[in-house]
């Protein structure tokens, strides 16, 4: 039996064709959203949401038009598809900038991720409990904890896409995530420990999260980064953790290999496909097949999602494309349009973005290193991809004396340049973990990604101190 | 129902609320409408229209707080949203800070807050201002490879509160940016260019253009320079980074509640005798200004800082009631999401005695930072950032920019060492003004290690 909302991107997607498009679009996004917060053991509130809508995109004579709408009445979506075909006649482009696409084979699947235990099948008053567990572990680590939080939340996303290719999928993931905040005094001095676990799971994550690894760490580094130093400041051979490293491999790589900015001269690899551009130890994947944050199995054009390598062996080998990309760049889709909701139109996006393992311990990459900095676990950073320069702020450090970790650092920032650090990584380790599960901004849109890395060392690097 | 009819959702959320045996509850309604237009390589790609309506609820019972929200004003969906908030605000816990909800307050309308001709714009005639911007800067140099767009938005919302607040707030904004990328072989030209505001008038879209074009064409030839102390003179659009912080640092309940680097200042002279600062949401057409904050609670000028002292926190009605004081009407609401948080709305510094020209002159050796964030680790006040843009000087003029260097520091440090304010700066959005100022010394981090 057709569904209703079948039926009705169905009937957009035709509309649209007959009223002029050479490519026309339907989306529907629905995401229900559910959060606890819980502050100093006081689960002070408790939260739900809906965002649903229909976002409509076409291509009329080599333009693209966009309209939304969260109103899911026939006539609201053929309102937005007007306004779709109106946007796109409304603008004037360059020429050689003609909107243009790949075709694609047609598509027809529905994909639902499984979860273990359903998060709407247990209580507002269980996840409480458990989340004030969590909490208490923080709370009773040291009396130097001022405040603890707790933010636990539980998603449903349900993405349907339609388009004049024939392509019909549907995909329904949910996501898991909680949060651990812990602030620690001692006199005016307040610093600050964190810990995030997420996946495309159900509540069986937050069921098997052991305080000891979670809450418990993020209070014990509240209190250590209390005693700890500002960092030196300078150039450095630097080391990081498989945090600090997907946070690298994401702002120093990943953006500027997302096909859109490299076809429109915003990216520092623009020309570089097929150079050498990074060492010989490196080699970089985005992967959303793998399961992480950013896991998916059809992109939100109904591309289905591949593994793709943007690095062998320090050679630049492909881009992350959408439909539009492919076309421009000449690759071939690998499933990276995707868009926050259907008030945004896709856009390419990383997903589970890694350095693949090399064959070294810690220790060994250690050793040799006469005087550098260790970092790790990473807060947030940003890339200016059309210079190439890039800025990671980490959570903590050490300072390496002759192969040791010794003095602890707090309030850490590393700043590169794309090309210069790429071939600057002259080790690369074996553990490789991926555990950065988090939103990305870009163009107004925040989307699920993941990035890892195992631990690596990279020389001349500029380290933001206060000394 | 008419989409733009926001009250009688509302109301009928309320009405289901008030049969609920709740303490404390809101209700916000709101419609937005936008329409955008996206640069991307050598013109324009894409255009896009936008509807979005939605519904908050916040229902607060025994000091426990439910929320729910919902992107659908149909009466199933309303029913819905109000029952999710009053069985979670059951299930919440009492939150010991939590004392009451404003009630209503009647002040003349902040005007010049609604632009008619951006709630009539159609595509077909905003198309234009990219058009415009564009072509500004093919006339500066033509060539570039361009990141940018221009949108604009009419929004409107409703607030009804248990205590008694009823309010209808009206608003548009426009805003435009501009990145030009320019190469030479390997060598880069790319900065950037913005404008914001409440009117279409309030943006000169040729003026950002140019700006944007002759600003990237100065990048060219950007060199790293060694590791230092050295003063550093922070252009407004940096400046505006440093100030912002500090406000909202100074706002709502983690200042209250002792979780800033901020908390302790109050009172405290922690900046030059000259620097001042006024946070003003009343200011005719300004983008931060509002008749009401977010809680229904009108905005009113406050001085936050002057003499450089600190005299005074930006509260919303929660973080006012922490320290037993009155709100100062700086609530924001995030939309119909339902956090209610806290923070500056047009940040207004007193302008200094200089120049920024006779800034750069009289600075034997430093940097012209023209683009960095200045956001501090909001907990402890320690900074570590990349100065984005900048420009080496040296006896007193601007020699070539800067690239992969970094700045480290404490913000209080920064702000203790402010040496000089400028009098000229810049306004955003008619309402927020900032200057340039210069900084003592600061630690950077460059090429080598130090010495």
Not at chain 1, 12 to 37: H, K, T
Not at chain 1, 362 to 374: R, T
Not at chain 2, 43 to 72: H, L, P, T
Not at chain 2, 344 to 370: C, F, H, M, Q, W
Request: with cysteine; charged share 25%.
């Amino acid at each position: 039996m057709v569904s209703i909302l079948r039926e009705l991107l169905e009937f957009i997607v035709e509309r649209g064709l007959s009223e002029g498009a050479s490519f026309c679009e339907a989306r529907y996004f629905e995401e229900r959203i559910n959060s606890i917060g819980v502050e100093n053991s006081v689960a002070r509130s408790l939260s739900s949401g809906i965002l649903r809508g229909i976002g409509v995109r076409v291509i009329v004579d080599g333009r693209w038009g966009f309209a939304s709408t969260n109103m899911l009445a026939r006539e609201s979506a053929e309102r937005a598809l007007r306004d779709a075909i109106g946007s796109a006649k409304s603008i004037v482009i360059s020429a050689g900038e003609e909107a243009k696409i790949v075709e694609v084979k047609p598509s027809t699947d529905m994909v639902i991720h499984h979860v273990k235990v359903n998060p709407l099948d247990i209580s507002p008053e269980e996840k409480v409990k458990r989340v004030l567990e969590l909490e208490s572990a923080a709370r009773g680590f040291s009396d130097r904890i001022k405040d603890t939080f707790i933010t636990y939340r539980d998603f449903e996303t349900k993405v349907v896409v339609c388009n004049s290719f024939g392509t019909f999928v549907e995909e329904i993931a949910p996501r898991t995530q909680i949060i651990c905040r812990v602030i620690a005094k001692e006199g005016d001095n307040l610093q600050e420990g964190y810990e995030v676990v997420g996946n495309v799971a159900g509540y069986e994550l937050i069921e098997k999260i052991n305080a000891e690894e979670f809450s418990l760490k993020a209070a014990k580094r509240a209190v250590e980064l209390l005693s700890a130093h500002p960092p030196p400041s300078g150039t450095y051979t630097v080391v990081v953790d498989p945090r600090v490293g997907g946070l690298f491999i994401h702002e120093a790589i990943g953006h500027n290999s997302e096909g859109d900015l490299v076809f429109s001269g915003q990216s520092i690899i623009s020309d570089k496909l097929g150079q050498k551009i990074a060492s010989s130890l490196v080699t970089i994947i985005d992967d959303p097949t793998r399961m992480g944050y950013g896991h998916f199995v059809y992109d939100h054009e109904g591309t289905r999602a591949v593994p793709h390598k943007i690095i062998e062996s320090g050679v630049l080998v492909g881009f992350l494309h959408s439909l539009e990309t492919a076309a421009k760049l000449g690759g071939a889709p690998n499933g990276s349009a995707r868009a926050q909701s259907h008030h945004h139109p896709p856009i390419v996006r990383m997903s589970n973005t890694y350095l693949a393992p090399g064959d070294m311990s810690l220790e060994e990459i250690l050793e040799d290193i006469d005087c550098g900095v260790y970092l790790s676990g990473s807060q947030y950073g940003y890339v200016e991809s059309q210079k190439g320069q890039f800025t990671c702020k980490v959570e903590e450090a050490w300072l390496i004396e002759k192969g040791e970790l010794t003095e602890h650092l707090r309030d850490v920032a590393i700043s590169g340049l794309t090309l210069e650090a790429l071939k600057n990584i002259t080790a690369v380790g074996k553990d490789l973990r991926m555990e950065m599960p988090g939103m990305c901004g870009k163009s107004g849109q925040g989307i699920y990604v993941d990035a890892g890395a195992p631990h690596f060392k990279i020389e001349g690097i500029v380290v933001g101190g206060r000394r | 129902m008419n989409r733009m009819d926001l009250v009688t959702p509302a109301e009928k959320a309320m009405r289901i609320l008030s049969r609920l045996n709740i303490d404390f509850y809101d209700v916000v309604t709101s419609y937005t409408r936008s329409i955008s237009i996206s640069i991307l390589g050598r013109g324009i790609k894409e255009a896009s229209s936008r509807v979005d309506i939605g519904i908050g609820v916040r229902a607060f019972k025994n000091k426990g707080m439910g929320v729910a929200y919902s992107q659908s004003l149909e009466d199933s969906d309303i029913e819905v949203t109000v029952k999710r908030a009053v069985g979670f605000a059951r299930v919440a816990q009492p939150d010991p800070y939590f004392k009451s909800m404003p009630g209503p307050s009647k002040v003349p309308e902040v005007p010049g807050l609604f632009d008619a001709n951006i709630a009539e714009l159609t595509l077909d005639d905003a198309c234009r201002f990219p058009v415009e911007m564009i072509n500004a800067a093919e006339g500066v140099r033509g060539g570039a490879m361009y990141h940018g767009g221009f949108s604009a938005s009419h929004s409107k919302a409703c607030l009804m509160t248990s205590t008694g607040v009823s309010i209808e707030a009206e608003k548009t904004a426009v805003s435009a940016y501009l990145q030009p990328v320019y190469r030479d072989g390997d060598d880069v030209g790319s900065s950037y260019e913005f404008d914001y505001g409440v009117s279409l008038n309030d943006i000169d879209v040729y003026w950002i253009g140019r700006r944007a074009a002759k600003k990237s064409l100065e990048q060219f030839g950007s060199r790293k320079i060694e590791s230092g102390l050295l003063p550093l003179i922070l252009m407004p659009e940096s400046s505006s980074s440093l100030f912002s912080s500090l406000l909202s640092a100074l706002s709502g309940e983690a200042a209250a509640k002792g979780r800033t680097f901020a908390s302790k200042l109050l009172g405290r002279q922690i900046g030059p005798e000259n620097l001042e600062i006024l946070d003003d949401g009343t200011i005719p057409g300004a983008i931060a200004s509002s008749t009401y904050d977010g809680e229904g609670v009108p905005k009113r000028p406050v001085k936050v800082l002057e003499r450089g002292t600190v005299l005074t926190f930006l509260h919303n009605s929660y973080s006012a009631g922490i320290m037993n004081v009155e709100s100062t009407g700086h609530a924001i609401r995030g939309g119909y999401g339902g956090y209610v948080g806290a923070g500056p709305s047009n940040i207004r510094v007193k302008p200094g005695d200089s120049t920024i020209n006779e800034i750069i002159a009289e600075t034997k050796r430093g940097i012209l930072v023209t683009s960095a964030s200045f956001t501090p680790n909001m907990v402890s006040g320690e900074f570590s950032t990349t100065i984005d843009e900048g420009f080496l000087i040296e006896g007193g003029e601007k020699k070539h920019p800067v690239k992969n260097l970094m700045a480290g520091g404490y913000i209080l440090n920064l702000i203790k060492d402010i040496e000089l304010i400028s009098k000229d700066g810049r306004t955003f959005g008619k309402g927020h003004f900032f200057p340039a100022i210069k900084i003592r010394e600061v630690r950077l981090s460059g090429q080598s290690l130090p010495s």
